[in-house]
Nanobody, 126 residues
């Protein structure tokens, strides 16, 4: 699976952005997907994950209630709707696909993901 993230930009605190991650390849619909982010000088951190069917989701505590992950398997795309953005959300956001197909459990461990996209910059001004 090859991934292309888009939708980042500059937004004021309290604003919203919607990130998209377009996938190529025939195995997208069988893979759980995740969003991660990395701020300057910090380690990459988990943001959200969604099961292959879209029926289960999992969020980092820092974004719970503000961000929503979703997917459209017919369009080979996963989304991250980000509301009530804060300055601490500023980072490069990456999408990634689980290494194994058809897994039912969700994980925040980035070592379980492969096929990382190139990232999209999100900057939140205060």
């Amino acid at each position: 699976v090859q991934l292309q993230a888009s939708g980042g930009g500059l937004v004021q605190a309290g604003g919203s952005l919607r990130l998209s991650c377009a996938a190529s390849g025939r195995t997208f619909s069988s893979r759980a997907m995740g969003w991660f982010r990395q701020a300057p000088g910090q380690e990459r951190e988990f943001v959200a994950a969604i099961s292959w069917s879209g029926g289960s989701t999992y969020y980092a505590d820092s974004v719970k209630g503000r961000f929503t992950i979703s997917r459209d398997n017919a369009k080979n795309t996963v989304y991250l709707q980000m509301n009530s953005l804060k300055s601490e959300d500023t980072a490069i956001y990456y999408c990634a696909a689980r290494s194994v197909s058809w897994v039912t459990g969700l994980t925040s461990d980035d070592s379980d993901f492969t096929s990382w996209g190139q990232g999209t910059q999100v900057t939140v001004s205060s």
